[in-house]
């Protein structure tokens, strides 16, 4: 195509016979030239298709004949919108396809119709020209009136440009007119063209249109898209799906200016809102169920240790501090939530109206860093643990259940002095030195610290340190006695005690009231090599008397 016919096709006024190729109608010079005569004789006269104005018949320099607007011609799609050759080609078939008999019978059939429909009026067909407020105009196939609304139909059979489809739709929306395309032979769900998704997204309703004709009462065919839940995991899915509706069944977008049956986005909007709400119901559902479970397990293990607990003596835990062990943080915390051991105060009544029997059960609770507990709080009388064991004249192992509570960190109090004083009378200095040990000893050396040769040991430590007998009673001599008990019973322990003694200042004392030599005579024959020092004593003090490292 040359560039100086941008009409390529026509309409001869005359006879109203469309020329659909101006190329091959200027093709021979000879003929060219024959038609222009005829033409300035005023014998034959050329309209446009888009916008019906006067076309007149002009030569390029190179000679060759084309069809033009009048120069004071209004506005006309095909000269005053710069297309693009692609795109003159594309309007041009617009045009040509508008002049089929298909396009006319249709146009005709649609308006008929409508003119049968109830609320419709002002009916017109391909004659009636919309202008906006820049001058630019449109003539569409159909204009009517539904009620207070107006609507145009534009009948397509052919291929359209983006620029065309924009075009017409935002010219439409402008004028506050409903567009509703009438796609004969194109069926937009299967349609991947370009021409296909610039109509398919051009809304969000995704409703396309094409006309029944077969039939006595206006009526659409529309293919709509819609939204769908589907299987067990509620996926959202997308089809298409095609209806026959009549006028009534449209529904319009004062907001955008659309004509829909059924609004693709808002539906798909609301299917992802259900889709959300499902499944938020199903969660709850599921975790309800869950929670179920898991207060049914919680249950049968709290069935399970009262079980055990009322065996006594025969009690055994081991399974369950295997299986508590194994327990998911949210088990752990329903568990320490059911048992409450914070704010029930169980503790102390299991305490206060436990048995020596009850140790099993008691180790179980207390030794288990699982279970939430606090050893250190006291009760709605000002109370504490400590009170209460001493006070229980039925468990009369107290230092056994001691042991437990320091491993739980319980700390040994002023108040708790007076408590011992009352009810530990031989042992009492003894005990209250090893219960303010038990304060700063850490727990895996609590059990060593209670070991009945190591605390006899801390105490001829402490004793020789303090001046002051703590566990032992001489009446003459002591520190002498003292040092011959210990050299003579706890040799393996001897380099801890010398270190002591030394530190004392005692060391030269003892040797001068040694008047018999016998401690003296001990002392140089002992061979500390002999004896293996337990592990956890060496451990024990070292924390407890760094000081005599260096001695």
């Known amino acids: 195509m040359s560039i100086e016919r941008t009409i390529q096709k026509a309409k001869i006024r005359e006879t109203g016979k469309v020329i659909k190729d101006l190329n091959k109608y200027f093709n021979n010079r000879k003929n060219s030239f024959t038609i222009r005569q005829e033409h300035n004789r005023d014998n034959i006269s050329f309209q446009c298709l888009s916008c019906e104005q006067p076309l007149v018949i002009a030569q390029s320099k190179k000679n060759n004949i084309y069809l033009k607007h009048l120069p004071k011609s209004n506005y006309c799609e095909l000269k005053d919108e710069n297309l693009s050759n692609k795109e003159l080609d594309i309007f041009n078939n617009i045009l040509a396809s508008k002049e089929s008999k298909r396009h006319i019978y249709l146009k005709n059939r649609v308006g008929e119709l409508l ?35 107006e609507i145009v139909f534009e009948i397509q059979l052919s291929q359209l440009s983006q620029k065309y489809i924009l075009g017409r739709y935002d010219f439409y929306k402008e004028k506050g007119i409903y567009l509703v395309w009438i796609l004969d032979t194109i069926d937009i769900s299967v349609n991947n063209s370009a021409m296909g998704l610039d109509i398919k997204y051009l809304s969000n309703h995704q409703n396309y249109f094409k006309f029944e004709d077969k039939t006595d009462r206006f009526k659409l065919r529309c293919d709509y898209k819609y939204s769908f839940l589907f299987g067990w995991n509620n996926e959202l899915r997308c089809a298409w799906n095609t209806v026959s509706i009549n006028i009534e069944k449209l529904k319009f977008d004062s907001t955008n200016i659309e004509v829909y049956f ?9 299917k992802e809102r259900n889709q959300i709400r499902i499944q938020k119901e199903l969660s709850e559902k599921e975790k309800e169920e869950e929670e179920e479970e898991l207060a049914n397990e919680i249950q049968d293990f709290l069935d399970k240790i009262g079980y055990e607990k009322s065996k006594k003596y025969k009690s055994d835990f081991s399974r369950l501090k295997f299986d508590l062990n194994s327990f998911s943080k949210e088990k752990l915390d329903l568990l320490n939530s059911r048992l409450n051991l914070e704010k029930n105060q169980k503790i102390f009544y299991w ?24 050893l250190n709080q006291v009760d709605n009388l000002g109370y504490n643990l400590f009170y209460y064991l001493y006070n229980n004249k039925s468990i009369y192992q107290k230092e056994k ?8 960190d319980y700390k040994f109090v002023e108040v708790d002095i007076k408590t ?21 000893t850490p727990n895996w050396l609590i059990d060593s610290l209670f070991e009945y040769r190591n605390r006899r040991v801390i105490c001829i430590i402490e004793s020789f340190l303090w001046h002051n ?15 011959q008990n210990a050299i003579q019973n706890y040799p393996e322990y001897w380099e801890y005690i010398e270190r002591a003694i030394k530190a004392s200042g005692l060391f030269e004392d003892i040797l001068q009231s040694d008047k018999s030599s016998k401690f003296y005579k001990k002392l140089e024959k002992i061979n500390i090599k002999e004896f293996e020092t337990d592990f956890n004593f060496n451990q024990l003090f070292m924390h407890h008397y760094p000081e005599l490292l260096a001695i």
């Open 420 to 440: 011992l004083k009352n009810h530990s009378i031989d042992s009492y200095s003894e005990s209250e030195m090893l219960f303010k040990k038990a304060n700063t």
């Open 262 to 270: 059924h609004h693709f986005q808002n539906d798909k909007e609301q």
């Open 401 to 408: 259940f001691l042991i437990l509570f320091f491993k739980r």
């Open 469 to 483: 007998l703590i566990g032992y009673y001489y009446k003459e001599n002591k520190w002498l006695n003292l040092a």
């Open 351 to 374: 305490i206060k109206k436990g048995v020596n029997a009850d140790y099993n059960f008691i180790e179980f609770i207390i030794n288990n860093n699982c279970i939430s507990l606090d």
């Open 115 to 149: 003119k049968k429909e109830n609320n419709i009026s002002d009916v017109r067909i391909d004659d009636h020209f919309i202008f906006n407020n820049s001058g630019k105009k449109r003539r569409p196939d159909i204009y009517f009136k539904y009620f207070e609304k």
